[in-house]
C-alpha cells in the first residue's frame, strides 16, 4: 500500500493504552493508517525523519474567539501598555495617521495590569484630536469611550435609563466616564458592526495562521453571529469562504450565540424551539467546520465584578454582580433552544450563575435526555465543592482557562478573596469527579498559546509569581492529556480525534521535546516544528 505521509525515527505519544509510545505513523486520506510495527513496509509519497522529535495529537483548543482574535491583529494593539501614559502615547500615534472624525479602535488593554486604572476620556479626547475612540477591554465585558465616542453614541440618552444585563458607568457628578458593562455595549457596536465578511475572512486568516505556528489543529469559537460577541449575522459564510480560499488553517466547532436563534414555528403537539430557520442545530457540518453548543452569557466577568457571585465581592459589599438577562426569560429562551437539539454551553462565571446554568441543563435533560455534543459550562471562576459533585452527576463540563492564572490571577483573587481562589479555575478536583479536562484559552482575553496553557494547568503560577489554588495543580501528562484528548471528548468529537491510532483524523504537533521532559518554567518555550491537519502540513520549520 502507498500511503500519503509517513513520520519516521520519532517518538509519537499515541494515547493508545497498549501502544502508548511508537516510532513511526503513517498517514492516508487525512486519517491515520498504521502506526508502529505496522508501517514497515508501507511505501509513502512523502517520509519524514524526525530525528528523535516527540509527536503528539494536534492541541485543540475548547474555548476560544478566532474572529476577536485576528480583529485584534487588524487594530491598535494595547495589551503590553504598562502606564496610562504609555495608552495616550499609542493612541496619540495612531491618531497622527487617522483621518480626522475617524474612529480609532483599540484592543486589548488589561485594567489589572494597571491596579484597575482607567483612561480619562477627556485626556483621550486632547490625545486624539478629538477622533473617537473605541477601547475594548481585554475581558470583552467592558468597553471605554472617549468624549468624542461618547457623542456618536449618544450615550447621555440612554444614561439614565436601565439596561438589562448593563450598565453606563457615570462619576460622581453623574458624567458618564465612558465606560460601558456587558450588554450596555450593544450601544457603541450597533453603530460600527456588523464588519464586512471580507474583514471577517482576514480576521480567521491571520488567527489560523498563529494557531498553526502553536500546534492548534482544532479550536471551537465560542459566540457568533450575535449578541455582544458576534461580528455580523452572516458571520459563519466567512468561516466557509476562508475555508473554501485555504485561509482556514484549523478544524473549527462554531457556537452560534444565542441571539442568533430565533423561534421556529412547529406543530401545536411539539414544544417551543428555538433555532436557526432551517433547523439546523449542533453537530452539523463536518470534520472541517460544523455546529457546536449554543452558546448563552448568564453572567459577565470576574475582573469587572459583573459575574454572578452568592457572595459579594472583596471590599464591595452588596455588590453580587448580575445575570445578563431576567432569569426565568433566560431559562425559557435556552431550554427553547435546548427542544430544538442545540447543546448548551452556558458562560457562567460566578457560583451564583453556576447554580442558575445547572438548573436549567438538568431541566432540560429531564425533558428531552441528553445530546451527542456534551452540555457544559464556560469559565467556572468560582466552583464551589458541592458544584463539583453536581457536575459530575450532571456529566457537565466546565471548561476553564488556565492561562487566565498568570495573566490576572491576582485580579480574581482580589476580587474574589483567598478562600474562594481555592476553587477557582480547578484542575484536579474536575479530573478526581471524573469530569473531563480540556485546555481552553479565551483568546484573545489572555494569550492563547497551549504550550503556556499546560504549563498554567501544572504550576498555578499568578503574574505576581505566586502560586493560585496549588491544589488544583495536575501532572504534565494529564495537561498534555486536557489539551487534546480532554478537549475531543468536551467537544463531543472523541472518535474522529484527540488521539493518533487508526482511523483518527491525522492531527498532529511535532515538538522538539515533550512536556513532562523540562523544567515546568520552561513548557512554554519548547520549540513547535511542526503542525499537521489531516495529514496536510500547516506549519513545518526549514528543517523538517
Known amino acids: ?20 509510545v511508537v516510532g513511526s505513523i503513517a498517514v492516508l486520506n487525512g486519517r ?19 530525528h528523535n522529535r516527540v509527536v503528539l495529537p494536534g492541541f485543540n483548543d475548547a474555548h476560544a474567539h478566532s474572529v476577536w482574535f485576528g480583529m485584534t491583529l487588524m487594530e491598535t494593539d494595547l495589551s503590553a501598555v504598562g502606564s496610562l501614559d504609555d495608552l495616550y502615547r499609542i493612541l496619540g500615534q495612531k491618531a497622527a495617521s487617522t483621518d480626522p472624525g475617524e474612529w480609532i479602535v483599540a484592543s486589548g488593554f488589561n485594567p ?12 483621550l479626547d486632547q490625545v486624539t484630536g478629538g477622533r473617537p475612540v473605541w477601547i475594548k477591554h481585554a475581558s470583552g465585558h467592558s468597553c471605554q469611550l472617549n468624549g468624542a465616542g461618547i457623542a456618536r453614541a449618544a450615550l447621555l440618552d440612554h444614561v439614565h435609563a436601565p439596561i438589562d444585563g448593563g450598565r453606563i458607568l457615570v462619576d460622581d457628578s453623574g458624567r458618564p466616564t465612558g465606560v460601558l458593562e456587558e450588554r450596555a455595549m450593544s450601544l457603541i457596536r450597533d453603530i460600527l458592526l456588523p464588519y464586512p465578511i471580507s474583514d471577517i ?28 460577541i458576534g461580528n455580523a449575522p452572516g458571520e459563519l459564510a466567512a468561516y466557509q469562504n476562508a475555508r473554501e480560499k485555504g485561509l482556514l488553517r484549523t ?10 436563534l430565533n423561534i421556529l414555528p412547529g406543530h401545536v403537539d411539539e414544544p417551543t424551539r428555538r433555532g436557526v ?20 452569557f448568564t453572567d459577565g466577568s470576574i475582573l469587572g465584578r459583573t459575574a454572578q457571585m452568592s457572595d459579594h465581592y472583596e471590599e464591595c459589599p452588596g455588590n453580587h454582580g448580575y445575570l445578563q438577562e431576567d432569569a426565568e426569560t433566560m431559562r425559557e429562551r435556552v431550554l427553547a433552544a435546548y ?31 441528553t445530546r451527542p455534543v456534551p452540555n457544559r459550562v464556560e469559565h467556572g471562576a468560582v466552583v464551589r465543592p458541592d458544584q463539583v459533585d453536581r457536575l459530575a452527576k450532571l456529566g457537565v463540563a466546565c471548561v476553564v482557562q488556565p492561562g487566565f492564572i498568570r495573566t490576572f490571577g491576582e485580579g480574581m483573587r482580589r476580587a474574589v478573596g483567598q478562600e474562594r481562589s481555592e476553587w477557582s479555575h480547578r484542575g484536579r478536583s474536575f479530573l478526581e469527579a471524573g469530569i473531563p479536562l480540556a485546555f481552553s484559552s479565551d483568546r484573545p ?16 503560577i499568578t503574574e505576581d509569581g505566586l502560586p493560585y489554588g496549588p491544589n488544583e495543580s495536575i501532572t504534565a501528562e494529564q495537561a498534555v492529556r486536557a489539551a487534546t484528548e480532554g478537549s475531543s471528548r468536551v467537544t463531543g468529537q472523541q472518535r474522529h480525534k484527540g488521539r493518533l491510532i487508526e482511523g483518527q483524523l491525522a492531527d498532529m504537533v511535532v515538538l522538539e521535546a515533550h512536556p513532562a521532559e523540562v523544567n515546568v518554567p520552561e513548557i512554554h518555550s519548547i520549540p513547535v516544528l511542526a503542525t499537521i491537519v489531516g495529514g496536510a502540513f500547516t506549519h513545518r520549520v526549514d528543517e523538517l
Open 277 to 296: 430557520g432551517t433547523g439546523v442545530r449542533t453537530g452539523w457540518g463536518d470534520d472541517w467546520l460544523q455546529f457546536g453548543p449554543v452558546k448563552v
Open 445 to 460: 482575553v489572555a494569550p492563547g498559546a497551549p504550550l503556556a496553557g499546560i504549563q498554567s494547568f501544572i504550576e498555578r
Open 32 to 50: 491515520v493508517a498504521a502506526y508502529g510495527d505496522e508501517v514497515n513496509g508501507l511505501l509513502a509519497l512523502e517520509r519524514v525523519d524526525l
Open 112 to 123: 489589572v495590569l494597571l491596579h484597575g486604572a482607567l483612561p480619562d476620556r477627556d485626556i
Open 339 to 369: 427542544a430544538a437539539g442545540w447543546s448548551l454551553a452556558l458562560h457562567a462565571v460566578g457560583d451564583a450563575a453556576l447554580d442558575f446554568a445547572l438548573d436549567v441543563i438538568e431541566e432540560g435533560i429531564a425533558r428531552h435526555g
Open 201 to 228: 475572512e482576514q480576521a480567521l486568516d491571520l488567527a489560523t495562521a498563529q494557531y498553526a505556528r502553536e500546534g492548534l489543529t482544532s479550536v471551537t469559537d465560542a459566540g457568533v453571529a450575535a449578541g455582544w
Open 251 to 260: 478544524r473549527m466547532q462554531v457556537m452560534p450565540t444565542i441571539d442568533a
Open 1 to 20: 500500500m502507498i500511503v500519503d505521509l509517513i513520520l519516521e525515527n520519532a517518538r509519537i505519544y499515541t494515547g493508545d493504552p497498549a501502544r502508548p
